[in-house]
């Protein structure tokens, strides 16, 4: 074990700082440290995707980042995209289309769903699918999820979709 | 407001959605508890072996690590695992341990539990534990178990769990020389249901209440309290199992594993609250697997192409020890081997058999994918043989609607006779078939276009649904007017908050924001039994309707005392009790009142539908593409649409995991070479982006009040079996059979080379 660092980062829009080992991942740190539980980690190993957060506005799997690597960085989180709302337009669409059920990959595939759509609010159903390619899900058979990502479209064309903390 | 008594019908959105669509969901790895250590389990890196000798002294003594349970720490007889369902004499000789003892008879049997105060130091604490094996020959495999040349459990004398016959009609019938015949051998590959959480366990000891609290429970709570009690020698109720969010289930979580005591124990044993969170790696090897299983078949029918006899044996492997859900895999395989289909005579041989491998339990639809893959390829080849169209073949053997309910016979040991219910079958196979485009895509059967050969496959199934004993529901009238339900089912994800809500709503005529469905404690209730078979709606939910309706009625006469009338002038909406001339009470003011109400005994409904499959196949590559998929099938009635709808997208996802991707390898030596997500295939959103599902209402069952059918598993029997049909047409110029799934490249690949070598001969 070695010595704790203390780590400045940014989540969802406030400013925190939070001391760590070395070997501690993001995803460990943003949901024991921070206790920001809606991160989700399913497999450590970079392939699930439920562990999806924003690292200065990228999508970024936080079991294969250390804590100590966004220092000075901007974390957004499932726990900021609703902003003050209830639902952010993304969950909205996802709760409309019955885009989960058992709901654990959910969090992951909203983050990398806000990413893409907030950097290419037009992307087409081929460009959903390949985003999405990178989460696994076993309930949905993804096909409800697609179709809740591309409704979502419009309200980041219109700039509607702008959370607090965007991680920007 | 939406109308009275709409919401059952209706895609309400989930009240799950809100809480799991903001990150505030509660899943087991979210309970930090004050004083709560990590818990780690050591697991045999021996498929086989004795253990001369385990050493966790230099474990024990890392700072941070405050004890390192084995075998040795344990009660005398150490616990073992008790059979839920399916059970078979004999079986009891099979039953794991919560701790490996001596032995060790695969690759993850827990060996050792750390507890340390981090998950980290408990992890480090692992590296340092020695143990000291004596490498027995492992068993691997069927034909090696049966062999019977090493003996997993000596003392029982065979490897053999089941081995029994299960027959109906006149097998003479099926000797008639003038009888079309063909018999083929198959194979289905080891593969599991591999939920996106992995199991979890918060076990927390209160010394001064003598009380155990365990959260992370799934699926059947009740029957692991109860076992779980006996096993710590406590009074049932000073064991509280919690269950919270659960990331999916699909049958292999929630069942009792050794974790399941040996956390409880730890925290019993160090005074404190211990957490225990499965890896993915530890996930693969220790979590139920399935499937595994050989089937060597005989089709015989007339020459028209109408089947008189299915003849054959069944054998599984059924991993190291026998699960809690027992045989149940090759026994539901032998019983839905006929299908949806009048065949007069059957006669199979069962056989299931121990491995040094991880055990078998239960997988969405059970023995229902591995039945039909073997039944429909069979019957493809038939069809072939006979000069018959695959669609006309199975239209004139599919049961008509006219001679339901159809008597199945007692295909299981451990379950009496059962029949068909309801339903009309063609029409439901017609409506697939048109649906799709069947006769016009059939063209393509076989044909190459832009480079791929292209197939059409069909599979028929059916399914029961409802398993098990009766459920139990009481609901509250509050005093602020909201209805609380307290009922046994379990969630792991398939919304039964809100399908309940909604049946509730329409009994009482309450709006759904006033009902709260609370399921995630053994100690809401004196007894319930969980989510398993496709059962939740069909027990839960219908001891729902009975207690919401024994609820209406002490509404009713509450009203009717206060207005001086009888209870059937009361009508109940939006909330408040109405006399008919204008006068109505809140229910509010008449709470608290309570309904309490169980469903159960009854025979089981069958789910039953058509699956059709068109593929491209690119045989230099070996890589198949589901071009279009559907799947027509009849659930009796719909609670919610757009969740059945969901169910049965996923449903059959999963199944073509199934049919072209997963596979759990073991090699030689009997070690699991697929245990992570890199080499465990898991289908993604680009695999099969178009496919469809369809349910129909078409034929409520009488067997219970709301009318349904299990609408959660069914739909996974058929991917199997109609992609491999497909596959079969597509390739049909090689005179290519696929006889063993997962149709994955190499095995393309394998049957167009064995092709071509027959065609060099």
Redesign the interface.
């Known amino acids: 074990?070695a010595d704790p660092r203390l780590v400045n980062l940014t989540v969802n829009g406030r400013m925190v700082a939070v001391s760590v080992?070395p070997?501690r991942s993001l995803a460990?740190c943003l949901?024991?440290d921070l206790?920001?539980?809606?991160?989700?980690?399913?497999?450590?190993?970079g392939?699930?995707g439920?562990c999806t957060v924003l690292v200065d506005g990228a999508a970024v799997r936080a079991c294969l980042m250390l804590a100590v690597q966004v220092e000075g960085r901007a974390i957004a989180?499932?726990?900021g995209?609703?902003g003050a709302a209830?639902?952010g337009p993304l969950?909205e669409s996802?709760?409309?289309h019955?885009a989960?059920?058992?709901?654990?990959?959910?969090?992951g595939i909203?983050m990398s769903a806000h990413a893409l759509l907030s950097a290419e609010p037009k992307a087409d159903r081929a460009r959903v699918?390949?985003v999405?390619?990178?989460?696994?899900?076993?309930?949905?058979?993804?096909?409800?999820?697609?179709e809740a990502i591309l409704d979502a479209r419009e309200a980041y064309l219109c700039g509607a979709a702008e959370p607090a903390g965007k991680g920007k | 407001m939406t109308k009275a008594n709409t919401y059952v019908g209706s895609s309400m959105p989930r009240v799950e959605d809100q809480r799991l669509l903001t990150g505030k969901g509660e899943f087991i790895d979210d309970v930090q508890l004050p004083g709560m250590l990590n818990a780690a389990v050591f697991r045999s890196s021996m498929a086989h072996a004795i253990v001369r000798r385990i050493d966790t002294s230099e474990a024990r003594a890392l700072p941070g690590v405050v004890a390192v349970l084995s075998a040795a720490d344990l009660p005398r007889p150490i616990p073992r695992i008790p059979i839920r369902i399916a059970p078979i004499e004999g079986a009891e000789r099979f039953l794991q341990p919560v701790i490996a003892e001596g032995c060790v008879r695969y690759v993850g049997e827990p060996l050792a539990i750390v507890l340390a105060e981090s998950q980290e130091l408990a992890e480090d604490a692992l590296d340092r534990i020695e143990v000291d094996f004596e490498p027995l020959d492992p068993v691997s495999g069927i034909g090696d178990a049966r062999r019977n040349a090493t003996l997993l459990h000596p003392e029982a004398g065979t490897n053999l769990v089941a081995d029994y016959q299960v027959t109906r009609g006149d097998p003479a019938m099926a000797d008639d020389a003038a009888l079309y015949r063909r018999t083929e051998s198959f194979r289905i590959q080891r593969h599991t249901a591999v939920p996106m959480e992995t199991r979890g366990l918060v076990a927390q000891w209160d010394a001064g209440q003598g009380r155990l609290t365990v959260r992370g429970a799934a699926k059947v709570p009740f029957f692991i309290r109860n076992h779980l009690a006996r096993m710590l020698g406590l009074a049932q109720e000073m064991v509280e199992l919690i269950e919270l969010d659960v990331g999916g289930g699909f049958g292999v979580r929630g069942e009792f594993y050794p974790e399941d005591f040996l956390v409880p124990f730890a925290s019993r044993a160090v005074g404190r609250p211990v957490k225990w969170i499965e890896d993915r790696r530890e996930h693969f090897m220790a979590t139920a697997h399935s499937r595994e299983m050989e089937c060597s078949l005989e089709i015989a029918c007339t020459s028209e192409g109408r089947i008189i006899a299915l003849r054959g044996e069944i054998a599984a492997d059924l991993g190291a020890y026998v699960s809690p859900t027992g045989p149940i895999v090759p026994s539901r395989a032998a019983q839905f081997l006929a299908g949806p289909y009048h065949v007069p005579v059957l006669d199979l041989h069962v056989v299931a058999a121990l491995s040094s491998r991880t055990p078998v339990g239960s997988y969405r639809g059970p023995g229902r994918f591995e039945a039909a893959f073997f039944r429909e390829r069979l019957m493809d080849m038939a069809a072939r043989d006979l000069g018959i169209a695959p669609d006309e073949f199975r239209r004139m053997n599919l049961i008509a609607a006219s001679d339901l309910p159809y008597s199945i016979g007692q295909l299981v040991p451990y379950e009496g006779p059962a029949s068909y219910d309801t339903g009309d079958y063609r029409a439901v196979f017609d409506r697939c078939l048109e649906d799709f485009g069947w006769a016009e895509r059939r063209k393509l059967d076989g044909r190459e276009v832009a480079g791929r050969l292209h197939g059409l496959g069909l599979a028929c199934v059916i399914d029961s649904s409802g398993a098990g004993p009766g459920e139990h529901a009481c609901l509250y009238l509050q005093q602020d007017g909201n209805v609380r339900v307290h009922v046994g089912s379990s969630a792991l994800g398939q919304g039964i908050e809100t399908t309940f809500t909604q049946i509730v709503a329409d009994e009482l005529g309450l709006h759904p924001e006033r009902i709260r469905i609370c399921h995630g404690s053994t100690s809401l209730l004196d007894e319930g039994h969980g989510s398993f078979h496709s059962r939740s709606l069909i027990m839960g939910g219908n001891a729902i309707v009975v207690a919401a309706r024994a609820l209406r009625d002490a509404i009713r006469n509450a009203a009717a005392a206060r207005f001086g009338c009888t209870g059937d002038e009361i009508r109940l909406q939006d909330g408040r009790a109405c006399k008919a001339e204008g006068q109505s009470t809140a229910f509010a003011d008449l709470a608290p009142l309570e309904g309490r109400g169980s469903f159960g005994g009854a025979e089981k409904p069958f789910g039953y539908g058509t699956h059709v499959a068109h593929v491209a196949v690119d045989v230099g590559t070996g890589h198949v593409e589901i071009v279009d998929y559907l799947a027509v099938e009849d659930a009796g009635r719909i609670v919610n649409p757009a969740i059945v709808r969901g169910q049965k997208i996923g449903a059959i996802v999963q199944g073509l995991g199934g049919a072209l991707l997963e596979h759990l390898v073991y090699d030689d030596e009997a070690q699991l070479r697929t245990a992570s997500l890199a080499d465990y295939m898991l289908p993604t959103a680009a695999d099969f982006p178009q496919l469809d599902a369809v349910t129909l209402a078409l034929a409520p069952t009488p067997r219970n009040p709301l009318g349904v059918k299990g609408a959660g598993e069914d739909a996974i029997a058929g991917p199997g079996a109609a992609v491999a049909n497909a596959v079969a047409a597509a390739l049909s110029r090689y005179g290519v059979e696929p006889k063993e799934l997962p149709l994955d490249p190499p095995r393309i690949w394998a049957l167009l080379a064995a092709a071509a070598a027959r065609a060099c001969r």
């Open positions: 074990m080992e070997r460990d949901r024991h206790r920001l539980t809606g991160t989700h980690i399913g497999c450590e190993h392939i699930c439920a989180t499932v726990e995209l609703a209830a639902l969950q996802f709760r409309r019955h989960l059920q058992c709901g654990f990959c959910t969090p909203l699918i390949e999405l390619s990178g989460h696994l899900c076993r309930c949905t058979g993804y096909l409800p999820i697609v």
